[in-house]
């Protein structure tokens, strides 16, 4: 309830460690401001209003309700550093300014920042400008907001390709077999199986590393199993999204998916911690220190103290980018790659040897346009149509 503040005019309480003040104490206005206050709390407790003269909450207070909210959404978790990382940029520069008055100037003024780090791409700083907006955006949905305001920021038109200060990655390329198979010895089992898998059915990394067992139906076809994914990007377009997969998947996945709860990830980390620790007690020419068999002991009773159940695009990248060094100190010479690359190989592919239709099936996409960025066998194709070109106009010699 509030209390009368020592300046002895003052209504006021506490939440979450601040003084909010209400009006005038034992006048009207102040019973309707708390009031007021507490059915705001009731309808988001995410986000303390400000009840200063304006009613505006802070940018920073903004922010940091959106994080919550899309924490308690289960969103992907990298996406939720993504909108972290574009938080940053927009605190350092506006934290401490009320939300409506947040313009599209000050909106290009954080992407203007970004552009200077000059580590970021020009599409991810339009992202990360976009992800901006749709905080404002959620902030006007929960009336903390001016609907004005997001429609003035939706305005700021996109950095477009050669602006200055920007600059573009290349394009993503397919990883050639021959580099895969030079990886994989150097992969432990599990992460080698995920490279198999992904290469052989084109699955985004996602995919990958996010299957359950209980995501595998082995008993809807006698000679196919389904992949079948309940919540996918492509889901408004196409609804549930299921992989066949073959003999060869089938032989890949079936040593990680006996003796599991369907809630289980099928790569886990925690097995190719286990096979790492196998291979090097294989290995090893000394005898085992028993603080080193107590160490084993602690890790077997709480593996999740320290390994995650599932991989992520961090964790499965830097097993692959760890496997090239590795085998380069071994002698090899393997270039740089990543699992990205994986979904590219298998479309180009399937482009070359099944056409763009085929290809477009096996990646899931709606559009061949998008087929097109990820299938670039097109030129090998055209080169191949080159050497076999009859000319219709050279008179037939017989």
């Not at 620790?277 to 000394?286: D, E, L, Q, S």
């Not at 692959?320 to 990543?338: L, M």
């Amino acid at each position: 309830m509030p209390k009368l503040c020592r300046n002895g005019k003052s209504a006021i309480s506490w939440h979450d460690g601040k003084k909010i003040y209400h009006g005038v104490w034992g006048s009207p206005e102040s019973d309707r401001n708390y009031k007021r206050f507490i059915a705001a709390l009731l309808e988001n407790p995410v986000i303390l209003l400000r009840n200063d003269k304006e009613g505006d909450i802070l940018v920073s207070e903004l922010a940091a309700g959106f994080l919550k909210h899309i924490e308690s959404k289960n969103m992907d978790t990298t996406e939720v550093k993504h909108f972290k990382n574009a938080i940053e940029y927009l605190v350092e520069l506006y934290g401490e300014f009320a939300v409506n008055d947040f313009s599209p100037k000050k909106l290009k003024a954080c992407r203007s920042l970004m552009v200077r780090t000059g580590t970021l791409c020009r599409k991810f700083i339009n992202k990360h400008t976009s992800r901006i907006v749709r905080i404002f955006s959620w902030g006007t949905e929960e009336e903390f907001v001016n609907p004005s305001v997001v429609h003035a920021l939706k305005e700021v038109k996109t950095l477009r390709r050669g602006e200055e200060g920007t600059h573009d990655n290349p394009p993503r390329k397919e990883v050639p077999d021959d580099v895969i198979r030079q990886t994989l010895p150097f992969l432990s089992p599990t992460v080698a199986a995920m490279v198999r898998l992904q290469r052989l059915t084109g699955m985004r990394p996602s995919e990958v590393y996010r299957m359950t067992v209980g995501d595998i139906n082995r008993t809807r076809n006698p000679e196919l199993w389904y992949y079948v994914q309940k919540s996918h990007k492509t889901e408004q377009y196409i609804g549930e999204k299921s992989i066949p997969l073959g003999k060869p998947e089938q032989e890949l996945l079936t040593p990680y998916l006996d003796g599991k709860k369907a809630d289980a990830a099928v790569f886990s980390p925690r097995t190719a911690m286990e096979e790492w620790h196998t291979v090097r007690r294989a290995n090893r020419k000394t005898k085992v220190q028993p603080s080193q068999q107590e160490r084993a002991r602690q890790r077997a009773e709480n593996p999740a103290d320290r390994i995650r159940e599932f991989y992520d695009h961090q964790s499965y990248g830097r097993a692959v980018k760890y496997a090239i060094k590795k085998g380069n100190r071994h002698g090899q010479k393997i270039p740089h790659w990543t699992p990205y690359q994986l979904r590219h190989a298998a479309g180009t592919d399937a482009e070359k040897m099944e056409g763009l239709d085929k290809a477009q099936a096996l990646l899931g996409h709606t559009s061949a346009n998008t087929t097109k960025r990820y299938a670039h066998g097109r030129l090998a194709i055209t080169e191949e149509m080159a050497r076999n070109r009859r000319n219709p106009f050279e008179k037939d010699s017989g």
